[in-house]
């Protein structure tokens, strides 16, 4: 047997206020939260450092990804060709993974 909700939704047509249990109206309200995401990413941008160099952090991604295709054995490049022509990881290099 499921719980019954503290507030049910009232049918349609039964959304006044003079239907509410308590009488009083919805209040409509908004939240802004753009000083908050504003606020967030100074401080994100002081967590990097004044040395942060997003192209540097790139190319360090890039080359990570090359070692981790490099050196693979038979089955390992038969599994990595799978993944690419199945569209799960991007070719990298010519074709092959790095040597």
């Keep these: 047997m499921g719980m019954s909700p503290h507030h049910p939704t009232p049918p349609p047509g039964q959304d006044g206020p003079a239907d509410r249990p308590d009488g009083v ?11 908050q995401e504003m606020l967030r990413r100074t401080q994100v941008m002081a967590a990097l450092g004044s040395d942060w160099d997003p192209l540097e952090v790139l190319r360090g991604e890039e080359a990570a990804y090359d070692l981790l295709y490099s050196g693979l054995d038979d089955e390992q490049q038969r599994v990595y060709e799978d993944l690419v022509a199945a569209g799960v990881l991007p070719r990298r290099g010519g074709g092959h993974a790095a040597a």
């Design 25 to 35: 109206p919805p209040v409509a309200f908004t939240v802004d939260l753009t000083s």
